[in-house]
């Protein structure tokens, strides 16, 4: 029970007391939010990663003290799969045709971004990539071409160019993968022999990334080897909405305020990590759940 019901939901008539006990409920928000940023800053050793960077930033009293960086090409990389997703949408949406016209416009638009990606993306690789990554982009550029002269496209268009390179693509997926394993476990074996020991014990970790947690996620696996399976959940998070590393710290106050406060109200640390109603849900599930992200 850690959200709210939206502002613009209907009340019933009789809910005379609705505004005043949102503004009492903003109040006790905002002393907790005080206490959240002032435990950060007290805060000796945490971790951050960004997913598919392989960058590790080390965090002392709240703020980044230093970067574990990754291979720079991995950057690059990003560009390859944005330029799927794009090219994916543009395709949903032309075929789709709720609003022809507007779908029209994106296909030229994404022509273009796909051509720049076509010039810079393999330039910016490692020989061993390069070549998957350009096959890949040559067919999106074929199929924005098509789309974006004749201002239409079919409903096998994408699925049938993405079969002749689904090899290629694969093969890119997998060289980022292990480029990515290897930069998080470097940077977090770097990060742990510089650290006190015992601050090391007690140290978050924070994987963050995008609302809906992908499962078999990378940045995980490769903290794993390092701090063990049980670390997951305990001290290795996955944090959701945090699309950059100043995203992240934020998230991080929030876990670090949460282990104080679930100790001081129910004894148990982790206590507030878990929904505040999660003993009536795991009673009616059988156990507990959400795996993937945390332990079950």
């Known amino acids: 029970m850690n959200g709210r019901i939206s502002s613009d939901w209907p009340k019933a008539p ?3 007391h609705g505004d005043t006990t949102e503004a009492l409920n903003s109040t006790f928000r905002r002393l907790y939010g005080a206490n959240r940023e002032e435990l950060l800053a007290v805060t000796p050793l945490a971790a951050l990663t960004l997913i598919g960077t ?5 965090i002392e009293f709240g703020r980044p003290t230093k970067s574990y960086p990754a291979p720079a090409w991995l950057a690059e990389i990003k560009g390859l799969m944005h330029a799927v997703i794009g090219t994916q ?4 949406r032309l075929t789709r045709g709720k609003d ?3 779908a029209q416009r994106a296909a030229i638009e994404l022509n273009a971004a796909v051509r720049e990606a076509t010039q810079r993306i393999p330039a910016g690789l490692p020989g061993e990539v390069a070549p998957f990554a350009a096959a890949v982009l040559a067919q999106l550029l074929q199929l924005s071409q098509a789309w974006a002269d004749e201002g239409r496209a079919t409903a096998g268009d994408f699925p049938a160019a993405l079969q002749r390179v689904q090899p290629e693509l694969d093969e890119v997926l997998n060289i980022v993968g292990e480029a990515v394993y290897a930069s998080v476990r470097r940077g977090l074996l770097a990060f742990a022999g510089e650290s006190d020991p015992a601050q090391w014990a007690q140290c978050l970790v924070g994987v963050c990334g995008v609302g809906f947690g992908r499962r078999d996620n ?6 794993m080897s390092v701090m063990g399976r049980d670390a997951v959940g305990t001290r290795l998070l996955y944090f959701e909405n945090a699309c950059s590393i100043p995203e992240g710290l934020k998230v991080l106050a929030a876990a670090v305020a949460d282990l104080e406060l679930g100790q001081a109200v129910f004894g148990d640390r982790e206590r507030m990590w878990r929904d505040l109603l999660g003993d009536v849900a795991a009673r009616h599930a059988g156990g507990g759940f959400f795996p993937a992200t945390g332990r079950g």
Do not use: N
């Open 14 to 16: 009789t809910d005379l």
């Open 100 to 102: 022809v016209a507007a």
């Open 54 to 58: 392989g960058e590790i930033w080390r």
């Open 89 to 92: 949408a543009s395709w949903a």
């Open 218 to 223: 990378v940045e995980i696996a490769a903290a």
